[in-house]
C-alpha cells in the first residue's frame, strides 16, 4: 500500500512504526474471510482492509478521529483471525492498538459512551470493585428491561447468580513445590477471574507444585493493562503494565511467568513492544520472555501419565491463545495425552464474541457471534466445553447448558487434583 506521510510526520517512531505496517499490506482481502466482524455485518469498513484504509486516511491527514472512523475501529474485536490469514504479514495488531489509542486522545465520544468506559476501566481490572460492582448488578438484573441502553443491559446479564468466595491463594505468598523442585514460577492470577471463577488459579497452583514447581505469587501484581490497552486508554494501560514489569522483578530468579488467561498472555508477551526505546524496554522485554500460557509450559516440561477419563470434550481456542500467541496444538494434545476424546468445531478459528469488553460495548454483534460458536460447539456431540480464557468461558458458557471449564481444570484432575465442580453431574 502506498502511503503519504511527510517527513514531519515519521520523526514520530509511532507514526513510522504505522507507515511501516500500512506499506505491507497488498489489499489482498483474504483478511475479509476470516473476520467476524466482516461475516456478520456484511460491510467492507468492518473488515480489517477497510479499516486499514480508514486508520491510513486519518493518520496521513493528522485529523482527529471523527463518529464514523472510531464507529468502526470499535467494531474490531481484536481477534487476530486476520494476522493468521494475511499472506503478507501485515501487523494489524499494532496498527489498530495505535489508531485505538489515537480515537481515545481525538475523539469525544457521545456522554453515555465516555461513562461506560469509564465505569469498565474502574470495576473490571480491580477484583473488589469488580465484585462489586456485579453484586450491584445482580440486584438490578430484575429491572433490566426497563434499562434502555442495550451495552447496560448486557452488563446487568454478565452478572452470574452468584460468585465464588475469595481464594486465599491468590494473595502475594509462595507455594513450594511437591518433591524435588524442579523449576520456580510466577503466576499470573488475572482481575476479573479471581472474582469470576476461583477454581482456575486454585487448579493451576495445584498442577504446578505438583509437576515440581515452586509457585510464586507476587507482590504488587496487578490488571496486566490489556483491558484499557484495548479501549485506547494508553497511558493507563503502561502504568499497569509498568508496575506488573516491577512486581516480577522484585520476585527474584523465575524460569517462567505462568499466564492462565490467554488475553492476558497476549498483552505481556507484547510488553517489550510497550516500551520500545524507553527505558523500561530491557526489562519489558526480560518480562515479556519469560511468559508463558499454562498450556504451553506444560507442553515444554511434560505431563505424567493418567488414567483414561472417558469423556468427549469440545475444544474452544481462544483468539488470543491461537491467534494472538499462535498456541494452537498444545491445549489439544495435552487433553489428549490425560485421556480426553478432544473434538473441535466448524470455524475454530472465530472469535466466540467475549473479546474483553466487547461483548458489553458491542453487545448485538457479539450475541450473534456467540449464538454461532455454541451452534457450532454442541454440533460435536460434547460432554462439556473447555477453553483457555475466562472471558470465552464466560461468554459461552451464556449461551449453552453443556459445562463450561479451562483447559487447566481438567490437566489438574486427570493428574490428582479434584473433579472440576461444574462436572458434578458427570461420570
Not at 234 to 261: K, M, P, V
Not at 279 to 295: F, K, N, Y
Not at 390 to 403: D, F, K, R, V
Not at 410 to 422: E, H, I, S, V, Y
Amino acid at each position: 500500500m502506498q502511503t503519504n506521510f511527510t517527513p514531519e510526520q515519521l520523526a514520530d517512531p509511532a507514526i513510522a512504526r504505522a507507515n511501516q505496517i500500512l506499506r505491507s499490506c497488498v489489499h489482498c482481502g483474504f483478511c475479509t474471510a476470516t473476520c467476524p466482524s466482516y461475516q456478520v455485518l456484511g460491510d467492507e469498513l468492518d473488515s480489517p482492509r477497510g479499516r486499514i484504509y480508514l486508520i491510513k486516511e486519518m493518520l496521513e491527514t493528522g485529523r482527529p478521529a471523527d463518529a464514523r472512523t472510531a464507529k468502526h475501529i470499535d467494531r474490531c474485536l481484536g481477534c487476530l483471525a486476520c494476522m493468521t490469514t494475511c499472506p503478507s504479514g501485515v501487523d494489524y495488531m499494532h496498527l489498530i492498538d495505535h489508531a485505538r489509542a489515537h480515537v481515545d486522545r481525538t475523539y469525544k465520544r457521545p456522554l453515555m459512551d465516555r461513562l461506560l468506559r469509564a465505569l469498565l476501566a474502574f470495576t473490571v481490572p480491580h477484583p473488589t470493585r469488580f465484585r462489586l460492582a456485579m453484586t450491584a448488578a445482580r440486584l438490578a438484573k430484575p429491572f433490566a428491561k426497563a434499562v434502555p441502553d442495550a451495552r447496560l443491559r448486557a452488563m446487568l446479564a454478565m452478572a452470574p447468580e452468584s460468585l465464588p468466595k475469595p481464594s486465599p491463594n491468590v494473595k502475594p505468598q509462595v507455594f513450594p513445590a511437591e518433591g524435588h523442585r524442579r523449576y520456580r514460577v510466577a503466576l499470573q492470577t488475572g482481575c476479573a477471574q479471581k472474582a469470576l471463577d476461583t477454581d482456575i488459579n486454585d487448579a493451576t497452583i495445584r498442577l504446578l507444585r505438583r509437576l515440581g514447581c515452586e509457585v510464586v505469587i507476587p507482590q504488587n501484581l496487578g490488571c496486566c493493562g490489556a483491558l484499557v490497552h484495548h479501549m485506547g486508554r494508553e497511558a493507563e494501560a503502561h502504568g499497569q503494565a509498568e508496575a506488573n514489569i516491577r512486581a516480577y522483578l522484585a520476585a527474584g530468579q523465575l524460569d517462567a511467568i505462568i499466564i492462565n488467561t490467554s488475553g492476558c498472555g497476549t498483552t505481556v508477551k507484547d510488553y517489550g513492544s510497550y516500551f520500545a526505546a524507553t527505558p523500561l524496554q530491557a526489562e519489558a522485554a526480560q518480562v515479556a520472555g519469560l511468559a508463558r500460557d499454562i498450556t504451553e509450559f506444560l507442553a515444554e516440561i511434560g505431563l505424567p501419565e493418567t488414567a483414561p477419563k472417558p469423556l468427549r470434550v469440545a475444544y474452544h481456542a481462544a483468539c488470543s491463545l491461537q491467534h494472538g500467541q499462535k498456541i494452537k496444538t498444545a491445549p489439544k494434545d495435552l487433553l489428549k495425552a490425560a485421556g480426553f476424546t478432544v473434538v473441535e468445531p466448524a470455524d475454530s478459528h472465530l472469535c466466540c464474541g467475549s473479546a474483553g469488553t466487547y461483548n458489553l460495548l458491542q453487545p448485538e454483534i457479539s450475541g450473534e457471534l456467540k449464538r454461532r460458536k455454541v451452534a457450532t460447539l454442541e454440533a460435536t456431540a460434547p460432554q462439556l466445553i473447555a477453553t483457555g480464557n475466562i472471558g470465552c468461558m464466560m461468554q459461552i458458557g451464556s449461551g449453552t447448558g453443556l459445562p463450561v471449564v479451562h483447559t487447566v481444570e481438567l490437566l489438574d484432575w486427570a493428574t490428582g487434583g479434584p473433579k472440576p465442580p461444574r462436572l458434578a453431574s458427570l461420570p
